[in-house]
């Protein structure tokens, strides 16, 4: 589809403004995939938040820039590119390592994400560190525990006295 020159610029702002809103951007070479399992990754990612499609590497390298995100290497740009927009940055990198498992053809190239740039080797090991749900939850459980376990060291020297004083009524008896 061959696009016109206002068109490309209307396209590459409307990009820029969505990697701006998410984020969050994974750069993925795409090249041997199906159809059919580009779709199935989409429909894996929709659940974290993220939109996976292939973008044309002049208007990405345009958009890229009108988002103000420096420090991206040209191989990013080399190939046919595939890019993963928004998400929790934990939740979308697992999603990538787990696809990549079943199919080869998806290459993971780099991440950006509030203004750190991480290559393939520190995407996979983001995908290890666990979704912002499952961090805060492991948080809310060890809060409880301690909260817990302060109150029954609280509540020990005045249960203990009533055992003192129970075992003195019941010596009296």
């Not at 659940?47 to 499609?53: I, L, V």
């Not at 998400?87 to 750190?116: I, M, P, W």
């Amino acid at each position: 589809m061959n696009l016109t020159k206002e068109q490309k610029k209307q396209k590459s702002q409307d990009l820029s403004a969505e990697i701006t809103n998410g984020g969050t951007i994974f750069f993925t070479a795409y090249q041997g995939l199906k159809f059919v399992d580009m779709a199935d990754l989409r429909v894996k990612l929709a659940p974290t938040g993220a939109k996976f499609r292939v973008e044309r590497n002049t208007i990405l390298n345009h958009a890229m820039r009108q988002a103000k995100i420096e420090g991206a290497d040209e191989k990013l740009f080399q190939g046919p590119t595939a890019v993963a927009i928004g998400g929790d940055v934990a939740a979308v990198a697992k999603v990538l390592v787990d696809f990549q498992k079943g199919q080869e053809a998806l290459k993971l190239r780099a991440c950006y994400s509030d203004g750190t740039w991480y290559d393939d080797k520190q995407v996979k090991q983001l995908a290890t560190i666990g979704t912002k749900e499952e961090n805060l939850s492991k948080l809310a459980g060890a809060l409880y525990n301690a909260v817990a376990q302060s109150a029954q060291v609280l509540q020990a020297p005045i249960r203990d006295f009533a055992y003192v004083i129970a075992a003195l009524e019941n010596k009296q008896k």
